[in-house]
């Protein structure tokens, strides 16, 4: 046995010894997750518990220098103990990466060892009570001569390395070349469909990015039926690339509403080179709109804002300003505007090495699990509303017992911090007026950036007082 396949056989012994009748974390929903039939806006469990998706995109494991796989795997297990300890519940990955891909020599061909390393890292989500959003491809091109966009050409579905088609289009329309993929999902359908560790199915990582003139949304309305067959206890869904110009709102609205599409998902970034205007601005506020953009299709279903952050223009690569980012303003907002907006869950933040590890940013994510810890989305049947105020961007969800707001500095945000090096300044006597108050109303405040709640003096016309703060406060109202 080589010495390579010996280390993952290793871990994966350690894994299965470590979460031998684990039990999940108290306070982490069990069971498969559903869409609510409570309010098919939000997620539950089967067993009728409400799901939060609170986490990030980490799409393979960490890179260690002179490291094998089991080091990566262990490495993982160190990131996934501080996601669960900060309140996270869910993260995603690519199947189609590197350190997991299956078809390593032939298209069709599923090698063993890639898919015990699948099996790892789902068996340290568990141990740690994390759901596992699964995307099964990310590839573009599969031109062997192409060099363009090298991370995302897979060559072994081209005729000349023994596979199907000649491009992406001839893939995605030969019958040939749909029956192995479907083969692909019988596979994993087999090894992984009765996992409640699984939150759900991706069939591809922004399909409308591919290359040539094939039809993604034709390939993926013949795909969704076929991936609601083989994982019935499973979510299914699809993602396009990210909502920065006009252009897409078409695109996206026909892509959310095929049948089978259990998540409305769209990606958004911060970026100074988008056409659209608004991916330059606060990140509070593009994330917001990306929500507000999918409502307004009535989908029916949950949003998620799947991927967002910041990066250089065009995606050139990672947000360079992310250094002066010690604090997590990025993350702060990628987090809390999209469920603040109406989304089932917070928001999920890419470059998850470039700046959520590299600034030790794991305590952001504690700041939005505690603010909506014990919430129950699917019985409030909340409705997201905007707060007008002089100084403050009030993001305001009234539920049927529970209403609550997040409210952000308008004078501070990247541009401010990072950019002019302005720090947050402190704000002090300020007031929210979020309407009359229920009788007997329990009115408090949470400042998640220093982990603090308060209780809150409140007229009975609603207007609450809140205590100084930096940045963003939230306030929640409950009914005995």
């Excluded at 260690?64 to 300890?85: E, I, P, S, T, Y």
Aim: glycine share 8%; net charge neutral; with cysteine.
């Amino acid at each position: 046995m080589s010495t390579r396949r010996l280390s993952l056989v290793l871990m994966a012994m350690l894994v299965s010894a470590t979460t031998r009748g684990f039990e999940e974390p108290s306070g982490v929903p069990h069971g498969f997750v559903r869409v609510s039939p409570r309010d098919s806006r939000y997620f539950e469990t089967d067993d009728g518990r409400a799901f939060i998706p609170i986490g990030m995109n980490l799409i393979y494991p960490p890179y260690v220098k002179g490291g094998d796989a089991a080091a990566r795997l262990a490495a993982l297990d160190d990131w996934l103990g501080k996601l669960a300890a900060n309140g996270c519940t869910f993260f995603r990955v690519w199947l189609s990466n590197d350190f997991y891909e299956l078809e390593t020599k032939h298209a069709g061909e599923y090698d063993p060892e890639q898919a015990r390393r699948i099996d790892a890292m789902l068996a340290l989500a568990r141990k740690h009570g994390l759901k596992v959003k699964m995307t099964i491809e990310h590839f573009r091109n599969i031109d062997p001569k192409s060099t363009r966009q090298t991370w995302a050409i897979k060559t072994v579905h081209h005729e000349s390395k023994g596979g199907l088609a000649t491009s992406m289009a001839d893939w995605m329309s030969k019958p040939e070349a749909r029956a192995q993929f479907i083969k692909k999902l019988e596979y994993l359908s087999a090894r992984y469909r009765d996992d409640p560790t699984i939150f759900g199915w991706e069939l591809w990582n922004e399909m409308d990015a591919v290359s040539g003139d094939g039809d993604e949304l034709e390939w993926t309305r013949a795909m969704l039926p076929e991936l609601r067959r083989l994982f019935p206890k499973q979510l299914a869904m699809q993602s396009f690339g990210s909502f920065d110009n006009e252009g897409k709102r078409p695109s996206y609205r026909r892509m959310i509403a095929l049948p089978g599409n259990d998540v409305a998902q769209v990606h958004r970034y911060l970026d100074l080179g988008a056409r659209m205007e608004l991916c330059h601005g606060p990140v509070d506020v593009l994330a917001a709109d990306a929500v507000r953009e999918l409502i307004d299709a009535k989908p029916g279903k949950p949003v998620l804002l799947a991927e967002s952050g910041a990066v250089e223009p065009g995606h050139s690569g990672p947000f360079k300003l992310y250094a002066e980012d010690k604090d997590g303003v990025i993350l702060h907002d990628v987090l809390f505007a999209p469920f603040f907006a109406g989304a089932a869950g917070s928001g999920q933040c890419w470059h998850w090495d470039h700046y959520v590890a590299a600034n030790n940013l794991w305590r952001v994510f504690k700041g939005f699990a505690q603010a909506v810890q014990g919430l129950d989305p699917p019985a409030e049947r909340f409705e997201p509303m905007r707060v007008e105020h002089p100084s403050l961007r009030v993001y305001l969800l009234r539920g049927t017992k529970t209403s609550i707001a997040w409210c952000r500095d308008a004078a501070s945000d990247w541009r401010a911090e990072l950019a002019q090096k302005r720090p947050a300044a402190e704000l002090a006597g300020l007031s929210v007026d979020l309407g009359p108050l229920p009788r007997g109303a329990k009115v408090r405040t949470y400042d998640p950036w220093r982990d603090r709640w308060a209780e809150a003096s409140a007229t009975d016309a609603g207007r609450i007082s809140l205590p100084a703060f930096r940045r963003s406060i939230v306030v929640r109202v409950e009914t005995p």
